[in-house]
């Protein structure tokens, strides 16, 4: 009898909530369970917006994945490219990864194109940006 008297004073409590929300009868334990629809976006989606680096991901693309990405792009754009020189602009970490680790690459391309790559750093440009431009 009390548990009646409980559930629908709390049933009577919840009218007036804009959530749908649904009540199950109290178990022999007296426990309640109950759910709650959210109806309002959480307060870090209401003061935040999507981040313009990772376009809201959490991540950025990693500087070796940037140097692939780079190399299929010129691959696909250096049988269109008339003149004998081109110039790639990228963020200066990726320009030393250009110029170290990934130099074979871009060595294969001059040589299987013939076209002379230069790459320029370029400190305002973010991780993942880069420029193909002919010189």
Excluded: W
Aim: overall charge positive.
């Amino acid at each position: 009898m009390n548990r009646e008297k409980v559930y629908g004073a709390l049933e009577e409590a919840l009218k007036s909530d804009k959530s749908k929300t649904n009540i199950l009868k109290i178990s022999e334990l007296g426990l309640v369970e109950m759910t709650r629809k959210r109806v309002r976006e959480s307060l870090g989606r209401m003061m935040c917006e999507p981040c313009p680096y990772c376009e809201g991901r959490g991540y950025v693309k990693s500087k070796i994945s940037v140097c692939h990405e780079i190399f299929r792009e010129l691959r696909r754009e250096m049988l269109d490219i008339r003149g004998t020189k081109v110039m790639l602009t990228v963020h200066p970490q990726v320009a030393d990864l250009l110029y170290d680790e990934e130099r074979r690459g871009l060595e294969e391309l001059e040589k299987n194109f013939k076209k002379r790559i230069t790459v320029r750093a370029k400190p305002g440009f973010h991780q993942e940006q880069f420029e193909v431009a002919v010189s």
